[in-house]
């Protein structure tokens, strides 16, 4: 049984890996990310809410010649249905465009993440209801 001879140690031979400090880093940014994902998905959630119900007006009214007080009944309508927060029917836009009406939800909404540090996103959904 032969050994084979150890190789002296040289600086072109060091063990890849990460150190501990590394390690402790990059849970940290990966953990500010996840945070900032968790405190973002219900303002995007309730856009999502809001689009569907912008959307659904366009379906409703698109070629039918509605008045502007059958649409924001319907908007009334609609945001009480879908539990709608952050922005209320009164502050949807209603206004009359060449050939029809535009329905317009923009507002901006500010979320907490750290201490003093916000997030500010905003959101404008418009929809053209032709004659």
Known sequence: MSVKPQKPWHPAH??????????????????????????????Y????????????IHQEFDGKNATSMEV?????????IESVGEIQSKDVKVKKVDGGMEVAATYSHKAPFIANVYFLVDFDKRVILRR
Do not use: Q, W
């Open 14 to 43: 060091r063990e890849a890996g990460m150190t501990t400090l590394g390690m402790i880093i990059l849970v940290a940014f990966v953990g500010i990310f996840a945070f900032a994902g968790i405190r973002l998905t219900p303002v």
């Open 45 to 56: 959630l309730n856009y999502m809410k809001v689009a569907g119900v912008i959307n659904g």
């Open 72 to 80: 924001r009944k319907s908007l009334t309508r609609r945001f009480d």
